[in-house]
């Protein structure tokens, strides 16, 4: 078969297609959101009708997921890492239940933060709900883990994660397709209690999960993902984990001279890890995100210090890894000719020319110009971040989607006069309308501005479930209507912005301001596209 | 064989379509190809790179180390500076002349010719005037390709292959547009690569 060239999160995609699914369910984030993008624009998907609209969130794309799975199909569900702590409940939870149809949960995890706000690692997720985790090295690997991930899912009858990172998801190369396979029919499980976690079936269910842990110990014994390549040197002994693994081959190019185990597939090997452990002077631990495995093998004292990697510190602590890191941990040197010039200067993202929310944030600037310290801003995830930084230096937080609501609303509480959130409208539905529940519940008096560009434009320019509602569902939740305000967010709108914005924060209630215009940057998006059609 | 590229512009610049050209060239020609992009934040029009990886041989590493890469290719003069630390001994810088200028302390144009010229194996072109000759600013990206396509160790015929297939569905006129680009950006290299 021809190779076909795609990204990580491409080759996740196309497997799944192959393996049958008959949904994806997602919520997009950096470095997901190209797997459903993927499936949504493929012609197989089209014409066997798989589900490939977005979720709410990732908590809602798990449940639907699991809802597929109940109904005997194969589903998979996407996220970034952060996404998976939104999911957690489900998450969880899917591992007592178990499945019926294949379930592969993906977690692209953003170790150096390139778009995120922590690099947390999501094999602890894995490892905490006691199921498999695979981890790929390249874009084959990526393939292949998630075709096998569903039958190994359907093999042990619970979930079974895929992990991914940046490096990997948004990156291209060859890709060899297997065999498709039809997607399965409609069944289902044979115990009516599986999927009722009332205290009396779960206890069951969790007896089952952990008898299950030898199962799948002895899987990852025999697991192909999992390799060992002999060495003579035995001086040290190496573990490398998923993409790692291209780190330490980049540097021996002809052939690692110590002995090294490639690990694909959790829990961890054990007996391989034992022979690798007594047969060498030291353990090099090579993984990309936290050092779980470091931490697993060396365990809290690691007396004698045999088990080295980023916890013992021969690698750094934090941050992604690459070839001159892991060349610097063998003591290896990398030749440096030329230094990067003084003249050189950083260049962070910017909101677009011309984009809405500047209207939105030059107007907000204003109208709280003469509070001070009295008034705070909080803000949310998405574009409008970016409002933080000058020439706006509009933020004082940014904490997870939804917090920006819910922090005003505490710091309210605490008596904070003019406490305003600054929220997207993806962001609003994918986590937003619970946090302003809360404050209409108490009335607590603060001022939400959900800036509506009727996309996720920070991802790409996804559809926002929300668009077109957003007053019907701020008035659902019980924001009085005269306090729903609705702005179209130009230049020269800014003297009325500023007076509504000035009137909305004055009122001593829950408030909803709404500046609305598309995201400019979409809009030329789909143009340019529609041209080439 | 093998050719470590390390392609840089500003996002929204479009450094990609350069990245397709070649990598097509490159698998139609049999060989390995890997080619990391950047996704997400700095795609609002933050520094953006792409590292693409060629080789007859199997490629472990997305990313390429310090010092190993044969070739800089930019889209903005600064952001040509930015990754010199990867160039290896003989490896080329091709830049566009023009700067992007969207953050308030880019350097001083002098500064910046300054430090340009202090670098030897170099081919610096002005690819908007070049691709506004050719037919339209909008081939800007096939003129710099053009430009660094006598160090790419591809048959130049590949390329040209690649640029039909790719911008085929655009009709014929926009083919010829961007070949016409692509030769342009050639001669000039070829003009300073003359003994
Ligand atoms: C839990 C979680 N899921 C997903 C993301 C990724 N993400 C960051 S911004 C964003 C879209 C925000 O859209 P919106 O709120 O409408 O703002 P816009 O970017 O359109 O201004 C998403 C999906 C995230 N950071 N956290
Ligand atoms: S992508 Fe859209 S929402 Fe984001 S900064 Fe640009 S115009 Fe604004």
Redesign the pocket.
Known sequence: MNKLLLLGDEAVAQAALDAGISGVYA????PSTEITEYIQSSDKAQKENIHRAWSA??KTAMEAAMGMSFAGKRSMVC??H??V??AADPFMNSAISGIVGGLVFVAADDPSMH???NEQDSRFYGRFAMIPVLEPSNQQEAYDMAYQAFELSEKLGFPVMLRITTRLAHSRSGVIRREERAQNELHFSDDPRQFVLLPVNARQRYKRLLAAQQDMQAISEASSFNTFLPGKDMSKGIIACGIAYNYLMENFQDGCPYPVLKIGQYPLPKEAVAQLLESCDQLVVLEEGYPLVEEMIGGLLNVGNKVTGRLSGILPRDGELNPDIVAAAFGLKTTKLYEKPEVVMPRPPALCQGCG?RDMYDALNAAIADYGERAKVFG??????LGYLPPFRALHACL??GASITMAKGAADAGLEYAVAV??????T?SGMTSLLDAVYENTPITVII???E?????GG?D?PGSGRLEAICAGLGVEPEHIRSLLPLKKNHDEMVRVIKEEINYPGVSVIIPRRA?IHTLKRKKTASNEN | MKIDIILAGVGGQGILSIAAVIGEAALNQGLFMKQSEVHGMSQRGGDVQSNLRISDQAIYSDLIPTGKADLVLALEPMEALRYLSFLSVDGWLVSNSVPYVNIPNYPEEEKLQESISGFQRKVILDVDSIAREAGSVRAANMVLLGAASPFLQLDYSGLEQAVRHIFGRKGETVVELNLKALSMGKAIAEQVLKP
């Open positions: 919520y997009p984030g950096t969130n990732e996220m970034k952060v996404g702590n939104v778009s995120s706000q929310h949310d995830i998405g574009c409008y971040t997870d989607m929220i997207g409208d993806s962001t609003f994918h800036s509506d560009n996309v996720a434009a920070m991802t996804q926002s995201c």
